[in-house]
C-alpha cells in the first residue's frame, strides 16, 4: 500500500508561485508515474501534470503549460510541482497521485489510471 503526502500549498497573490511537494513512503518505482490533479471549485477532478518516474517524461494539461513545472527528486523520492504565473482559476484542491501500471513509458492525464491519492493541499490565488 503506498501512502502520499502533499505539501506546500497556501494563499498567494496573483501572479505569484507556489512549489507543491510530494512524498510517498516507502519509495518510488521506476515503473511509476506520478502526477498532480486539482479540483477547482464546482468542477471535476482534472489532470494538471504527470511524470514517468522512470525518465522523467512529462505531460501537462494545455491550460498549465509554461507555467508549472513537474520534477522528482530521485535521492529523496520527492516529486514536486512548480507553479508560476498562478492565477485565480487555479485555485482549488490539487492531489498527489501514483500510477503503479506500466505505460511503456508515457503518462497519461486520465485520473482513473491512478490508483493511490494524497489527502490533497489548498491552494488559493486571489
Known amino acids: 500500500h503506498v501512502q502520499l503526502v502533499e505539501s506546500g500549498g497556501g494563499s498567494v497573490q496573483a501572479g505569484g508561485s507556489l512549489r507543491l511537494s510530494c512524498a510517498a513512503s516507502?519509495?518510488?518505482?521506476?515503473?511509476?508515474?506520478m502526477g498532480w490533479f486539482r479540483q477547482r471549485p464546482g468542477k471535476d477532478r482534472e489532470g494538471v501534470a504527470v511524470l514517468w518516474i522512470g525518465g522523467a517524461t512529462t505531460t501537462y494539461a494545455d491550460s498549465v503549460k509554461g507555467r508549472f513545472i513537474i520534477t522528482r527528486d530521485k535521492a529523496k523520492d520527492l516529486v514536486y510541482l512548480q507553479m508560476n504565473g498562478l492565477q485565480p482559476e487555479d485555485t482549488g484542491i490539487y492531489y498527489c497521485?501514483?500510477?503503479?501500471?506500466?505505460?511503456?513509458?508515457?503518462?497519461?492525464?486520465?485520473?482513473?489510471?491512478?490508483?493511490?491519492w494524497g489527502q490533497g493541499t489548498q491552494v488559493t490565488v486571489s
Open positions: 516507502g519509495r518510488t518505482y521506476i515503473n511509476w508515474c
Open positions: 497521485a501514483v500510477d503503479s501500471d506500466y505505460h511503456g513509458g508515457s503518462c497519461f492525464l486520465a485520473g482513473a489510471d491512478f490508483d493511490y
